[in-house]
């Protein structure tokens, strides 16, 4: 003595149900299971990004009140870089936490130089008077640089040789 479907709804209404349903389904199960999975996956890496962002974010707080307690005379984005190698070295927060960001920071860092570069002609005056300590500085910095990457890519090279060799490739 249960009610079933038939009894509360006339068959012809369920038939124009069933009928209506299937006209307003527009892609099949199959491609609208695709679609949820693309969708998470994208859900999955903007989360993946905002945790890498956020981790960042916290070494260089941390960092920025440990120096304004220290009162140390030392710049507290360096200390955050430092520290966060440190953390990614020891293994204490994985890689994976914070490549998505990075990846993405690196991708448009020319964005970040942007305001610094729109600031140049104001500070005309400040760089008249030391045109050649600029120039220097930069001239120095770009050998040490250049010397630096092409003696540890040398040593890069030498290590994998080496390292074929004892393989026997």
Same mark, same amino acid.
């Given at each position: 003595?249960?009610?079933?479907?038939?009894?509360?709804?006339?068959?012809?209404?369920?038939?124009?149900?069933?009928?209506?349903?299937?006209?307003?389904?527009?892609?099949?199960?199959?491609?609208?299971?695709?679609?949820?999975?693309?969708?998470?996956?994208?859900?999955?890496?903007?989360?993946?990004?905002?945790?890498?962002?956020? *981790?960042?974010?916290?070494?260089?707080?941390?960092?920025?009140?440990? *120096?304004?307690?220290?009162? *140390?005379?030392?710049?507290?984005?360096?200390?955050?870089?430092?520290?966060?190698?440190?953390?990614?070295?020891?293994?204490?927060?994985?890689?994976?936490?914070?490549?998505?960001?990075?990846?993405?920071?690196?991708?448009?860092?020319?964005?970040?130089?942007?305001?610094?570069?729109?600031?140049?002609?104001?500070?005309?005056?400040?760089?008249?008077?030391?045109?050649?300590?600029?120039?220097?500085?930069?001239?120095?910095?770009?050998?040490?640089?250049?010397?630096?990457?092409?003696?540890? *890519?040398?040593?890069?090279?030498?290590?994998?040789?080496?390292?074929?060799?004892?393989?026997?490739?």
């Amino acid at each position: 003595s249960t009610l079933g479907l038939s009894d509360i709804i006339p068959k012809q209404s369920q038939n124009r149900a069933r009928l209506s349903s299937k006209k307003k389904r527009l892609i099949s199960p199959k491609e609208a299971a695709k679609c949820r999975s693309f969708m998470y996956s994208i859900f999955v890496k903007v989360l993946r990004v905002l945790l890498g962002i956020a *981790v960042v974010l916290a070494v260089f707080f941390a960092c920025d009140y440990i *120096v304004g307690v220290c009162s *140390v005379k030392f710049p507290s984005s360096l200390i955050a870089m430092l520290a966060l190698f440190a953390l990614l070295s020891l293994k204490i927060i994985p890689l994976w936490v914070v490549e998505p960001a990075g990846e993405l920071l690196m991708k448009y860092m020319i964005f970040l130089f942007v305001p610094l570069l729109a600031l140049l002609p104001q500070s005309y005056d400040v760089l008249k008077g030391n045109v050649a300590a600029i120039l220097g500085g930069l001239v120095i910095s770009a050998v040490l640089t250049l010397s630096a990457t092409s003696v540890a *890519v040398e040593k890069l090279h030498e290590f994998r040789a080496k390292r074929k060799a004892e393989n026997g490739r």
